[in-house]
């Protein structure tokens, strides 16, 4: 898959998983991989940068399996740029589509 | 690879990321391969799903150094605010980066001390030389007093004609520079151009339209100072701090002596009712500068800001 597509909507896909349910990192790759194919090293990057911009934080949860885990949980910073991103994603990808069709439209001509 | 030795050769790339957060990293790696091997994959397997160390590293850098309104010490902040006012200001004097401005500088300077030493050999050396052998001509036949006024006169002339042509031949060999920095062409040196002012092309140059054709595509960018710095380093900040611990010194030394002299100065006047208004007021402007200076130091004190942690 394009990698430039991918880049720009990762966040919005990570902030959409952590909003439905505090996740740690191994399950929020896991559930992305779902979705689109990631590069698991990044994750990490990029959930720091989150935390940094107060979007998500994050908190140690005791685990029965190993060493307590790193949970990562959505701030309302982080819900407001959720709908942002949403937004933006929505419009976007709906001009990208309207625009599509009209072309292939005027190609069967 | 081993888990270990993925480690370690991740963390040897990422030296540039503070000891704390680094640390924060490696365990959050070591973590997910834990997961990764618990949920059926081998160690190697678990490696592997990172694809290129190398690249791996590069991101989370960028990932770092994409957010720098947080990562930023308050010191590589000062450089850049610092930085970018000198440019702002400069670039009111027609779109110079600062480098450029150096560069004019030190063209500039280049010319005077070739101007200088122009002036000593051709008035100081020839002019003495000819004063001398015009003595010796006319000194016998007319008195020495007119020629020696004479000879004064001459002298000063001749300086100010020298005087007059550095100053026009400064701006001449100045303007085609600044046109040339313009055009970001570091090709030619300040000499090349002084011998090619003598050059009846010359007068073409002084036009503003000089038919060369532009530089392509050599727009400098504008990136933050402290990136272009090749390492992300603390040091930065130390060293800021030892300039400006340095240069406050003299300063406060300065703050202390003008306010025994104020302090002085008003007793004198009030024990022997001698008053000295200009020394008063010199007194008071020093002591004011100097505590300015103090306090803008201070201002640009870089503080380590805290890394907020995830």
Sequence with gaps: MNTQFKKGVLELIVLKTIEYKDLYGYQLVTKISEIVNVNEGTIYPLLKRLSNDHLLESYLKESSEGPPRKYYHITPNGIQKLQDLEKEWNEFSGKVNAFLKEVSYHDEK | MTKSEFLEQLEQKLLLISEQERKDILIEYGTYIDDKIANG????EAIQGFGDLDELAKEILEAYKINT?????????????AYSKTESFL?????FSV?????????????????YIGRILLIDICLNILMNVFNWIFGITYGAGIV???????IWIFKLIYLAASILFFITVMSRRIRRIKRHDYRINVVEDLKQSFNKEAKDFLKDDDGLPPIPGTKPEKTLYHQRKAQYTDSGSLLIKIILALISFPTICCIIGFSIALIALFFVGVFEHVYSIGLILLGVGLLGGSISVQWFLIHLWPKKEEIPHA
């Design chain 2, 91 to 95: 670039n009111k004097f027609g779109n």
């Design chain 2, 99 to 115: 480098n450029d401005i150096f560069h004019l500088i030190f063209d500039a300077f280049v010319l005077l001390v070739l101007l």
């Design chain 2, 41 to 44: 994959a081998s160690e190697k």
């Design chain 2, 69 to 81: 309104d947080s990562m930023d010490s308050k010191a590589d902040k000062t450089l850049d605010r």
């Design chain 2, 148 to 154: 020696y006024a004479f000879e004064d006169l001459m």
